[in-house]
């Protein structure tokens, strides 16, 4: 009788690099599905103005519940695109890594002016409230884009990373008061897709701010500061403020400041863009992977995350674990239901054994968690 093992030589060794989904490339192919409306609102002319987005994912993904990063361009409030070349770029090598993400526009007011709208802010809650409207849309709409609702990010750069810290940070009425031409007055807004959960997992402010602090409160959701220490647009110091409250508040955060770079340094059209470019989806990638990997929530089949092969094979096979379920538990089984052999999967985890010692036929391997069992056919030849 021959027997079972899990990972193979390790496929040349790369396989161990291979398995950390959400940490390295796993897919060689993005998808996108463009222009989809999420919502609808009145614009500052009172006329009503369709919310549109994008859509990408990783082409071939066989998971059916995959954390989401929503990305908020920038623009002042008063221009930008979801279409801007540098973000598509961005969210493509996330989504190369596991992720699925959205590009979001939102109601802009070309006569908004950041450092002189004291009395009047609503463009900025405007943005608020559609951002919103869209985290709704994909919990609406979670089984048709394979959404796990408890692992949605909110980020964005410049306009859109302030948005993006107003959406998930500002949930209370009195929290408005600095917003005094909101409208409607509330955190919620009414852009769409009422009836569903506003929460977020965490926030990535990149080059942004927040006009008052004290909206993150104890514990509050995680957030990634990323700026430029010669940002003339939107200065050092107010990155500094959100760190100094995430302190205070014992907020989880990490900053990272680039020396000597200016606002937003990733955009295509500046100077050595690849590099802080290559630089963001890394930090990204880091800040997420430990808030991602102890929470997902893996309603699925465990067929689908672990992976045997060869199957037939002459007594050595590979188990590998794709999925990040931890202590996935493992029995094989003869025809005649005797247990020849047991193990314990980890989160991503690969493993190899030699069972050739068992006879030729026919074996049964039981997957097992907490909440979910599987069983696989394996043949020994």
Known sequence: MKNFGIIIALLLCSLQFKAQRYLTNQFTQVDSIVNIVYGNANNYLGVPEQLKLDFFQPNGDALTKRPLIIYVHGGGFTSGTRKYLHIKNILSRLVLKGYVAASIDYRLDPNFNLYNSNSDRRAMTDAMHDTKAAIRFFKANATTYGIDTNQIVIGGESAGAITSMMAAYIDKQ??????????????????????????????????GLILDTTAIENNDKPVLVVHGTSDTFIPLVFAQNIVDRAQHTATNYTKYFFNGATHC??????????MYEDSTVTLITDFLYPKISTGLNQELNLKQVVNVFPNPSYGTFTVENTSLINDIK???????????????????????????????????????????SDTQKIIIN
Request: glycine letters at 6%.
């Open 174 to 207: 009195s929290e408005m008061a600095i917003y005094p031409m909101a409208n409607p007055n509330n955190p919620i807004g009414n852009s769409g897709n009422p009836g569903y959960s506003n929460t977020t997992k965490a926030t990535l402010c990149l080059c």
């Open 330 to 372: 493992l029995k094989m089984l003869d025809v005649l239901g005797n247990t020849v052999y047991t193990a314990r999967l980890s989160v991503q985890e690969a493993k190899q054994f030699n069972f050739q010692h068992l006879a030729k036929g026919i074996y049964f391997i039981n997957l097992k968690t907490n909440n979910y």
């Open 265 to 274: 340094p990733w955009i295509t059209t500046l100077p050595n863009y690849t």
